[in-house]
């Protein structure tokens, strides 16, 4: 335990966390080829890299990994959203998995690591990645969630091997396409609107200083956009009949159980 928060700590000092904010802007940026060169199937797979990354963001980093609604989630499952939410360019899973436990417990205050009536909406759409780490998310309610996280082989590797991850990605785009232009339909693109999307459940989701369900918003992110449902009842998997992520995980858990 103290050898991987020490590994944590590391994180959080390290150029890594800087590049990883960085790629923020370089993710948006590469819209504007994507408009300017890509055609029809190239924008087709640059829609289903996207999807890919909302699956591993919005059912492994957020509903697996931080708030544990599927229980026993088997280590294929763990390691296909470990490689598709780390491709999205946020960050290893723990730390994530400990700041969002963090915005829950404070959303909408001062404490709030995502607040945009607070910290602006420069730092909640931009740089939602330089929101640190802290020992403390390992202690009180979610003390055992976090050390079972924190021994799970799969984000031990993961939180050791993020670029390496990152850049295994980019040599099968470019192996399989001989193409460098697959970067960014492949890649930085998809992540783009990952983070796009993303960021507005950090802010636009609070706006007022308080959490609101959005319907469009949850079509395109698998669910997430019944926020209100979601931080009035953090506990369950499924928060409203179109919840497609807490869909998923039932028929999953359901089959598990028969």
């Not at 019944?226 to 179109?242: G, Q």
């Amino acid at each position: 335990m103290d050898k991987i928060l020490r590994k944590l700590d590391e994180f959080e000092r390290e150029w890594r966390r800087q590049i990883l904010a960085s790629t923020q802007i370089i993710c948006w940026l590469s819209f504007i080829p994507m408009v300017m060169y890509a055609n029809v199937w190239q924008w087709l797979f640059c829609l289903f890299m996207w999807q890919m990354m909302t699956i591993g963001g919005t059912l492994g980093y957020h509903r697996v990994f931080s708030h544990g609604h599927w229980k026993n989630c088997p280590a294929w499952a763990r390691g296909f959203f470990a490689y598709t939410g780390a491709l999205g360019f946020i960050g290893p899973a723990i730390p994530f998995a400990a700041v969002h436990q963090e915005h829950h417990r404070y959303h909408d205050t001062e404490k709030d690591p995502h607040s945009a009536a607070y910290k602006g909406h420069w730092y909640t759409y931009v740089t939602p990645q330089l929101v640190p780490f802290r020992k403390r998310y390992l202690v009180g309610e979610g003390k055992q969630h976090f050390r079972k996280l924190m021994r799970d082989p799969i984000l031990q590797f993961q939180e050791r091997m993020y670029w390496w991850i990152v850049g295994s990605w980019v040599l099968i785009l470019l192996l399989t396409t001989y193409d460098p232009f697959s970067i960014i339909y492949g890649l930085l693109a998809p992540a783009g609107m990952l983070k796009l999307f993303a960021n507005l459940l950090f802010g636009y989701s609070h706006r007022g200083k308080n959490p609101h369900n959005d319907f469009w918003l949850a079509m395109v992110t698998l669910g997430e956009g019944f926020h209100k449902e979601h931080h009035d009842r953090p506990w369950e998997v499924r928060n409203h009949k179109w919840d497609f992520s807490g869909w998923i995980i039932e028929q999953f858990q359901g089959k598990q159980n028969n």
